[in-house]
């Protein structure tokens, strides 16, 4: 055995989900994380306003998006965590949403467990939730849906190879995640599937914050539609007749008093 100082015990890694936007969506234990953490690791699709949680001297880096050409490759970002944690450093690895949906928390963790670094996930409002919220989309209701599937429009292939029967059915919502790109793709497939061209289906571009924008339509005329609007990513599409609801049941972004409805 050597006589130096024994080494730096290891840092936690938090994985952190901070909501699809409105910082008030936060839980209180990510705001309590990122104001505690030493470095925090972060995402391109994180809340507005996040990152002033956090302490003045903490170290703060940009991760980015796949898309990107800035950001990190996964690998790259999974050793940089295993690295911060290891020099001692409490760690919060900040994502969009919730952590372990489409947010490859799972992959990231892999590696700390790997590495025996210890690590917590803090759960965050996923997108679907958060949009259907302030949408004013219930995704579940007893008279549309008794069910509801989280799909991704975009496949690490660069594919949209799904489940189509599975997903094409009636009392169902489906809410797709990644899906502009492959929006038209996506409505022929549910229409082939079984679903009628009148079939309600949705877009919500990003959902809770003051951007939001909701355009509905049907499988036949919604990416005519939303490529009309200039509609781009972030956005979710929800495919099911809770849609027809939304008329009624919008709310956001609220009305002054006495402002027509
Ligand atoms: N882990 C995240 C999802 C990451 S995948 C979560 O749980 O929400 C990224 C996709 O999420 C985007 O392409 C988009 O489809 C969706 N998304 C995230 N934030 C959104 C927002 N504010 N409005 C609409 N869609 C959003």
């Known amino acids: 055995m050597s006589s130096t100082a024994s080494p730096t015990p290891s840092g936690t890694v938090y994985i952190v989900g901070s909501g699809p936007g409105d910082l ?12 505690e953490a030493d470095a925090i690791v972060y995402d391109h699709l994180i809340a507005d306003g996040v990152l002033a949680l956090a302490r003045p001297d903490a170290e703060k880096i940009y991760a980015g998006k796949e898309s990107s050409k800035h950001s990190l490759p996964q690998e790259e970002l999974n050793q940089l965590l295993v690295r911060l944690a290891r020099a001692g450093r409490m760690v919060v690895r900040l994502k969009g949403g919730d ?35 302030y949408a004013g989309i219930p995704l579940t209701h007893r008279e549309h849906a008794h069910a509801v599937t989280f799909a991704t429009g975009h496949l690490k292939d660069g594919t949209i190879n ?33 679903l009628p061209a009148d079939h309600p289906a949705a877009v919500v571009q990003n959902g809770t914050t003051r951007r939001q924008r909701v355009l509905t339509a049907d499988l036949a005329t919604l990416p005519e539609k939303v490529a009309a609007a200039g509609i781009r990513s972030p956005a979710l599409i929800i495919v099911g007749t809770v849609v027809r609801l939304q008329q009624k049941l919008s709310w956001f972004p609220p009305r002054a008093p006495g402002e027509p409805g």
């Open 162 to 194: 799904l489940d189509w029967p599975s997903l094409a059915r009636p009392r169902l919502t489906v809410v797709f995640y990644m899906g502009v790109g492959g929006l038209a793709e996506i409505c022929r497939q549910m229409i082939a599937h079984g």
């Open 99 to 133: 952590p372990f949906v489409f947010g490859r928390g799972g992959e990231e963790i892999e590696t700390l467990v790997d590495s025996g670094i210890p690590f917590e996930v803090v759960p965050g409002v996923t997108a679907a939730a958060g949009c259907a919220a």
């Open 24 to 35: 008030e969506l936060l839980t209180l234990r990510a705001a309590r994380l990122i104001g």
